[in-house]
């Protein structure tokens, strides 16, 4: 059986992994269309980068039947609640607990054959250091495909959170097309392509939305805030936004590592 590293990430965030699980079906749905765009030709060692709870995951591991899947995430708790939801696949994952914003440890794999990642690279402030971390890890010609927050995404949550927030303009990278290119080009990928498209999510109820928002978007804010004062600061940015829709931008991109750096 793989192994499962677990040891304490510095400036990592913890998540409520249980609830994130149940209430993360935007993810899950855009990781089903990253996964449309890996070729698993030669793909028998994989990374997730950013695996969460495992729901993405999951659905790699079906496609990919005899591949061996590398879910690495900063959250302990999320590891663990992917471990659970993976038990079956158990002797085909390897669990690594690291930060994406620092150089990934992957002993005893060397490189793997491909990365995928949904909805994590938004949280990695440093891009370009990002896409050089990844670059070491993944072979020449190996494949690299992701979604994630890009510029302009939750652009009515920012600007609520610029009315009742404290000043902080909260932990996001919500980069363009373009400079992600460039930057995965300067890291050392190829037959980079990246482009942002629209992705408004409605939540089909005023609860729901208000715990999508209290776990997945203000989650880092709320930590800032005394314990009291966090059922009113989400009262005060959901009140600000249209229904219960977040419109959500999402940049995508493909590419392959070259050849040398």
């Known amino acids: 059986m793989i192994p499962h590293e677990h040891r304490p990430v510095a400036g990592s965030r913890e998540w409520d992994a249980g609830t994130y699980d149940r209430i993360a079906d935007p993810q899950s749905r855009w990781g089903a269309t990253v996964l449309d765009r890996l070729d698993p030709e030669g ?53 690594v607990q690291a930060d994406l914003a620092g150089p990934l440890p992957v002993p005893d794999i060397g490189v793997v054959d491909a990365i995928v990642s949904t909805a994590t690279f938004h949280w990695i402030a440093d891009h370009g250091a990002l896409f050089r971390h990844l670059a070491d890890v993944v072979r020449p010609g190996g494949q690299l495909v992701a979604q994630c927050g890009g510029a302009g995404n939750i652009a009515s949550v920012t600007r609520a959170l610029r009315q009742v927030g404290d000043g902080w303009p909260g932990p996001w990278t919500y980069a363009g097309a373009e400079e992600t290119e ?8 190829v037959e980079a392509v990246a482009w942002l498209h629209d992705e408004p999510t409605t939540f089909e109820s005023e609860a729901a939305f208000r715990q999508f928002l209290e776990t997945v978007v203000l989650g880092a804010h709320l930590e800032r805030l005394a314990a009291d004062d966090r ?3 989400v009262d005060a940015v959901a009140t600000q936004l249209p229904g219960h829709t977040l419109d959500y931008v999402r940049l995508d991109l493909s590419a392959r590592r070259g050849a040398g750096r």
């Open 231 to 233: 059922v009113a600061f």
């Open 182 to 189: 460039r930057r995965l080009a300067e890291a050392g990928f």
């Open 43 to 95: 793909v028998s060692v994989v990374l997730d980068a950013g695996c969460g709870s495992g729901r993405v995951t999951e659905q790699l591991l079906e496609r990919l039947p005899t591949a061996t899947v590398v879910a690495l995430d900063g959250s302990s708790a999320m590891l663990d609640a992917a471990r659970a939801r993976l038990a079956v696949h158990a002797d085909r994952v390897r669990y």
